[in-house]
């Protein structure tokens, strides 16, 4: 398939994903208890390592993009290792699939309407081919709260406010608290041409090395 044709196909999928906005709806699948955001200094300590600790996560919530090509909300399921090993699905609020990203060390791989494109760098491949431009070299880390590079703010308490990468300044509004971990649960993305909420709501899966 050309990128032209997935790009047309995307854009028609996320058309029908506007009109068809219903409720959320996620998966049915068991999910891993959470709490609210903890701020005691205490909790917060080594937090990152923490986070690093985590091998395996599967979670799921709600995503709102806005720029000036498109703007719709999907959900979305994520279940990764690291930032070069993961899967990302999004679906209409119908339930439609609207894309399935697959990142390995070596490619990744983009899935629309049943037919797939790759390349081996993800960011590149879903800007080309839906002209969404998303963070997703770090989208590991920056989905669980793990400060990518040296230019994080952290509060006194030791939590996560903000995190760049190029092009890219994102901020975390809170947290929710799951098992011995804070994980976020509003994150905004902030690019050239993009504004971007991210809601997780519900942990299926967290296993720890």
Known sequence: MSVRKLKRTFKSLAIAAIIGATPIVLSACQSVESGAMITDASFWQDMQTKLKNIKDISLSGRVKFSSPAQKFSATFQY????????????????????????????????????????????????????????????????LIGIAPNEYSHFTPEGILMQSQVPGFIINYRNYMTVEKVALPSEIEVIGNNLHMMITPRNVQKIEYR
């Open 79 to 142: 279940s990764g290792q690291d930032s070069s090993n993961y899967t990302l699905r999004l679906s209409s609020t119908l339930g439609n699939e609207l894309a399935l990203l697959k990142v390995t060390p070596s490619s990744a791989m983009l899935t629309a309407a049943g037919r797939t494109i790759s390349s081996p760098d993800a960011e590149t491949l879903f800007a080309t081919a839906t002209e969404l431009n998303l963070p997703l070299k770090e989208f590991h880390s920056l």
